[in-house]
């Protein structure tokens, strides 16, 4: 699954970031093509893509079948361990609680997410359990990379679903 360019020294971290926050993104496209929530992860290790996720909670039925949690449990196989050490997780939207906490679990070294969620962001914005000091392991957490377009990927998508259930309701109504 090499998707990883060759950087260079002169590559910035903020550049790699933003690349890798742009695969990301390809892979909520995946999840809104499939009629999920277009949320979606990457996992790097050593600036080599080591795993994908992307949100599939609707077509699943499973509360529990999110981006980071379908990249992490990817990553496990392909790493042969539950420990991710020395790895990044590159997620579209703030992770939740049950993520921030398999994060902990899994010794992710660094969280970068692009679009914070006001209600239930759970590194830094309504919480911050990837960096609960009281927990055995903290991840250093880089916020807001490509933060405008992944808010518009959720907006548009969202914007969508409310027009669509609307000329359902519209269309019951008339018929």
Do not use: W
Not at 44 to 67: F, M, Q, R
Not at 75 to 101: F, H, I, Q
Not at 134 to 142: A, D, G, I, P, R
């Amino acid at each position: 699954m090499n998707q990883s360019p060759v950087f260079s020294e002169e590559f910035t971290q903020i550049e790699k970031d933003q690349y890798f926050m742009a695969l990301a993104m390809e892979q909520a496209n995946e999840a809104e093509a499939r009629g999920e929530v277009p949320v979606g992860a990457v996992l790097v290790k050593d600036n080599e893509v080591i795993a994908t996720g992307y949100n599939l909670s609707i077509s699943h039925h499973d509360p529990c079948a999110h981006a980071e949690i379908d990249c992490i449990k990817a990553a496990g196989k392909v790493l042969s361990n539950y420990r991710l050490l020395d790895t990044t997780l590159y997620v579209t939207l703030e992770p939740c609680a049950m993520c921030a906490g398999a994060m902990v679990h899994a010794r992710i070294k660094r969280l970068v997410f692009g679009a914070t969620d006001q209600k239930t962001g759970a590194a830094g914005t309504v919480l911050d359990l990837v960096r609960q000091s009281n927990f055995n392991h903290q991840l250093e957490v880089t916020s807001g990379v490509l933060a405008d377009a992944c808010a518009e990927q959720l907006s548009s998508f969202f914007r969508r679903r409310r027009k669509e259930k609307k000329a359902l309701k519209a269309a019951a109504k008339n018929a």
